[in-house]
């Protein structure tokens, strides 16, 4: 196909080492039923075959125009896309995902329904086939229509949004300054870019599936120490050009720490066991200052979120602990799924053999739940109160039904869930039998002690 002249959309891909996935994204990004596309391909120094698989398809597209950049960058690399872009409007793609046919048709629709708005975001998905899909977006409940930024502040930081699900006006982009963070090996570096696009634009939403993600291709665990920093990095960069405008930066302050935890625990998922704690540290150090500074506020966090940020800034080291028993625990889900899913009886065996080899061989963190701590009264009413919030999620009732269940006003149980009042002992032990008993939490709490083996007859014998 010819290059189009005038196109209405840039689409920028960065690639490294994408052979095994780029044919699939291209024919995505090429088949579009909107026509005026150019695609920008910013190749980073790829060894293992996607420059020659990039030429092919250029050889017989002209709308595809091949640059190289040796940076070292995604950030620069994406850079380096907009500057040579030539349409009003860009679009950003990961080299192993894969857009719908009518995905620009539909944004650029929206530009001219909303034309007050510089971004439209769509919703994106990890899912394989088209069931998945819709249980994955069904969970946006988002009305199908745009939303002016202004309006939305809160609503904006709190979707679950990349980069890569937007369509951005190159005249709002150059205008604000907005750039990748482009230190050399660190990552996608898309952190910075999608902070700063919601804090400077007029937002569209498209309320429907645009983008697809592949859930595989961003699994990788980091073992190298020197990326541990690498998210914190690329933040305190976020952090210098909000404070460029005083105004921003006192406007967007809680956001940014909000999203300097959940990016960071993004990072620390994926970290190895032993890097870990360098990050958590840095992260206790990091928030507590900001507190200091009155920059940070608890209430931007959901309980579930706000229940893991509290046991942070109380001990790193326990943050850690906790993150490696979820670990386990997850080993062990995966285990119990593959036992379930086995036909044969060799078969189920072999899988349960593998379960009881990993439940021995896993490196179980080494806490201090002694057996005498197992009956301290002050113990176990703590930390009941610290997974107070998580538990009464996964059972579905709201503060004002577990007020009820504990004879208190709601205001009061909601104090005891903000970790501003102590769990009374009656309290933890109606708590205790009602999560025990309950299907969905019964495994959290005998995971986190909370539920010893004869538990009646060792408090009798320490003459509780």
Not at 292 to 321: I, Q, Y
Not at 397 to 423: F, Q, W
């Amino acid at each position: 196909m010819t290059a189009d002249i005038n196109p209405k959309v840039s689409i920028i891909i960065a690639t490294l080492n994408s052979a095994d996935h780029i044919r699939e994204c291209l024919d995505s990004v090429l088949d579009q039923t909107v026509e005026g596309i150019e695609v920008l391909v910013v190749d980073m120094g790829s060894n293992d075959g996607t420059q020659g698989i990039v030429r092919e398809y250029a050889d017989r597209d002209k709308r595809i125009r091949i640059l190289s950049d040796n940076r070292g960058s995604a950030g620069h690399a994406k850079d380096m896309g907009v500057d040579k872009a030539v349409a009003p409007y860009v679009f950003f793609i990961e080299p192993y995902d894969t857009i719908n046919r009518d995905t620009i048709e539909h944004m650029l629709l929206n530009f001219e329904s909303a034309p007050e708005c510089d971004v439209v975001i769509g919703l994106a998905d990890f899912a394989v086939n088209e069931e998945e899909r819709m249980n994955d977006l069904s969970s946006w409940n988002i009305d199908h229509a745009a939303y002016t930024k202004e309006a939305h502040d809160d609503m904006m930081f709190r979707l679950n949004v990349s980069e890569f699900e937007g369509l951005y006006s190159r005249e709002f982009l150059k205008r604000e300054g907005i750039m990748h963070y482009s230190e050399p090996g660190a990552g996608k570096q898309d952190i910075a870019f999608k902070f700063l696009t919601l804090a400077g634009t007029r937002l569209g939403v498209v309320g429907f599936g645009v983008y697809h993600r592949r859930r595989e291709a961003r699994q990788e665990s980091i073992i190298d120490r020197r990326r541990v920093f690498d998210t914190c990095a690329e933040l305190r960069y976020l952090e210098q050009m909000l404070k460029r405008v005083p105004e921003k930066w006192e406007k967007f302050r809680y956001a940014f720490w909000q999203d300097y935890f959940h990016e960071n625990l993004n990072t620390y998922e994926r970290l190895s066991g032993g890097l870990r704690p360098m990050l958590s540290a840095r992260m206790h150090d990091d928030i507590k200052g900001s507190i200091r500074r009155g920059d940070f506020n608890s209430e931007h966090f959901d309980a579930m979120t706000r229940s893991s940020l509290e046991l942070l800034l109380k001990s790193p080291k326990r943050f850690d602990e906790d993150w490696k028993r979820k670990d386990w625990d997850r080993q062990m889900d995966t285990a119990e799924r593959q036992i379930e899913s086995e036909k044969s009886v060799e078969a189920g065996r072999m899988a349960r053999t593998a379960r009881i080899e990993m439940e021995t061989a896993i490196d179980f963190p080494e806490n201090d739940r002694t057996e005498d701590k197992y009956m301290d009264k002050s113990w176990l009413r703590g930390e009941m109160g610290r997974d107070l919030a998580s538990l009464r999620l996964l059972v579905g009732l709201t503060t004002d039904e577990m007020g009820a269940i504990l004879g208190i006003s709601p205001s009061m149980y909601k104090s005891i869930e903000a970790g501003k009042r102590e769990v009374s002992w009656d309290q933890f032990m109606a708590l205790l039998f009602m999560f025990h008993y309950n299907e969905r939490t019964e495994g959290v709490v005998e995971s986190l002690g909370l539920y010893p083996d004869n538990l009646k007859e060792r408090l009798n014998k320490k003459g509780a």
